[in-house]
């Protein structure tokens, strides 16, 4: 029981171990750099987008560093389509020629430079260099990809199922039907409303599953950080508020620019408008935002403790602080598992609260149709 059971903590400590290739640390240092800010910077790019697909690295005993992964497509606009492999750039250490124009991959990005890979800077230390148009399948979009095609057979076999055995999914339909019913019947329904729900559906269920399975893969030792890119969050958002305006009603607009109703005379309202009304607005754009900013902190924040836990066991290097700190770090790590599926929750249920809102309909009082029936009697 006992050898089982250290077997089993060498096998995570391996997978952990599998996000950073400074395990071996003999006191000799790339450039001079202390342990410390290598580490930073192995943080650092983990959460960075990559142009190629790397599982992990390592550095052999003579300096040389060997990288294990597959290339992808590099498609750049600039003066016309340039498109080759990522290859070229061999992780930023080589310049890749295309139609007789030098590139460079610097810090992530890609810029254009002469045969010598001259990069200029400004004042602040910023590149000057032209950055060409980038529409590059990079790490995340692969991912994109993968987490869609995924979805797209998972429901699709759930779909199956369901006509093949009367509404009776089987397989792995029965793990991903409760939490279906979950979204329609505890957050779908109570928000939206009845009536109008369904509409909402496909994208609810959608969101959900997206962002959930892009957070677990971001907990695999792949380097896969979707979600805790700022931009894919706000691209969610985005979603999230066209629909939101786009399927308002006539009683949603009207809130906004009419948010205290008849319940004043008009003369009266003026003062208190030219508050209100400024600070409705300001609520369309500061609940995507919200969205966003959530999803974007929780999961990059995360990912950032994890990886700083694991680096301490490295400078530490003693029988009582790696430990500590793996096992912290291991902890975390069973943490982030529930924040990874908390947080697609949380974003699902408050894109239904924003719909909810949205497509409420006032029930208007109907006193004048009474008063007629209350003076015949």
Request: glycine letters at 8%; aromatic letters at 14%.
């Amino acid at each position: 029981m006992r050898n089982t059971f250290l077997k089993h903590i060498l096998v995570v400590l391996t997978v952990l171990s599998g996000q950073f290739s400074f395990a071996k640390d003999n006191g000799d240092h790339e450039d001079g750099k202390d342990l410390k800010t290598e580490i930073k910077e192995y943080i650092d790019h983990h959460l960075q987008d990559s142009h190629d697909f790397n599982l992990f690295s390592y550095t052999k005993d003579n300096g040389e560093h060997v990288y294990v992964g597959f290339p992808l497509p590099v498609i750049l606009w600039d003066d016309g389509l340039k498109i080759f492999s990522s290859s070229k750039f061999h992780h930023g250490e080589t310049l890749a020629e295309a139609d007789g124009q030098h590139y460079k991959l610097y810090h992530g990005k890609i810029y254009k430079t002469d045969a010598e890979g001259t990069i200029a800077y400004d004042e602040e230390h910023h590149p000057t260099n032209v950055k060409p148009f980038d529409l590059s399948i990079t790490k995340n979009v692969v991912m994109i990809i993968v987490t869609g095609l995924l979805m797209l057979w998972l429901f699709s076999s759930l779909a199956r199922s369901y006509a093949k055995n009367n509404g009776i999914p089987t397989g792995v339909g029965r793990f991903f039907e409760p939490i279906v019913l979950y979204i329609r019947d505890d957050i779908a329904r109570p928000n939206i409303g009845e009536k109008r729900y369904k509409k909402y559906m496909p994208f609810l269920l959608t969101i959900f599953f997206f962002i959930w399975f892009l957070n677990m893969f971001g907990m695999t030792p792949l380097g896969i950080n979707v979600t805790g890119n700022i931009a894919i969050t706000t691209a969610l958002a985005i979603l999230t508020f066209l629909i939101t305006n786009f399927t308002g009603t006539k009683d949603y607009w009207m809130h906004q620019f009419n948010p205290l109703g008849d319940s004043l005379p008009w003369y009266g309202k003026i003062p208190l408008y030219i508050i209100l009304v400024p600070i409705e607005l300001l609520g369309l754009i500061i609940k995507p935002f919200s969205l966003l900013i959530r999803l974007y902190a929780n999961m990059q924040a995360g990912h950032i403790v994890i990886g700083s836990l694991i680096g301490l066991m490295f400078i530490f290097k003693s029988w009582i602080g790696s430990p500590m700190s793996f096992g912290l770090a291991f902890a975390i790590m069973l943490i982030e598992v529930l924040v990874a599926l908390l947080q697609a929750y949380i974003f699902t249920m408050l894109s239904a609260l924003y719909f909810g809102f949205a497509s409420e309909e006032h029930e208007h009082d109907h006193e004048h149709d009474e008063e007629p029936e209350l003076a015949h009697l």
